[in-house]
Nanobody, 123 residues
Framework: QVQLVESGGGLVQAGGSLRLSCTASGRTFSDYAMGWFRRAPGKEREFVGGISRSGSWTNYADSVKGRFTISRDNAENTVYLQMNSLKSEDTAVYYC????????????????WGQGTQVTVSS
């Protein structure tokens, strides 16, 4: 069992930045690749980006590439999502998830999910 807790969401103006954190407990954090997803009102959940369990490899959705950066600190059992140049269309509930594998995947095939944190970008 892995417990995930996201934090760092909030209200920000368009063009601003936020950093989300996802802290894990319960298992060896470095055994898991991690992904960030989001669900906007009235839309399906979508993949935002992911990071390998070593932290050496990341991938991103085209919609956030160049604006968002994922990193992880395995010593702190935490993964981060740095979001810059935020747009109103980034408004969503953001979720982190873990997958017991070396690499993340873009589908929802993850083993554990956090409860989500709300990000609202005002235009």
């Amino acid at each position: 069992q892995v417990q995930l807790v996201e934090s760092g969401g909030g209200l920000v103006q368009a063009g601003g930045s936020l950093r989300l954190s996802c802290t894990a407990s319960g298992r060896t954090f470095s055994d898991y690749a991690m992904g960030w997803f989001r669900r906007a009102p009235g839309k399906e959940r979508e993949f935002v980006g992911g990071i390998s369990r070593s932290g050496s490899w990341t991938n991103y959705a085209d919609s956030v590439k160049g604006r968002f950066t994922i990193s992880r600190d395995n010593a702190e059992n935490t993964v981060y999502l740095q979001m810059n140049s935020l747009k109103s269309e980034d408004t969503a509930v953001y979720y982190c998830a873990v997958r017991r594998s070396a690499l993340p995947v873009v589908t929802a095939a993850y083993d554990y999910w956090g409860q989500g944190t709300q990000v609202t970008v005002s235009s």
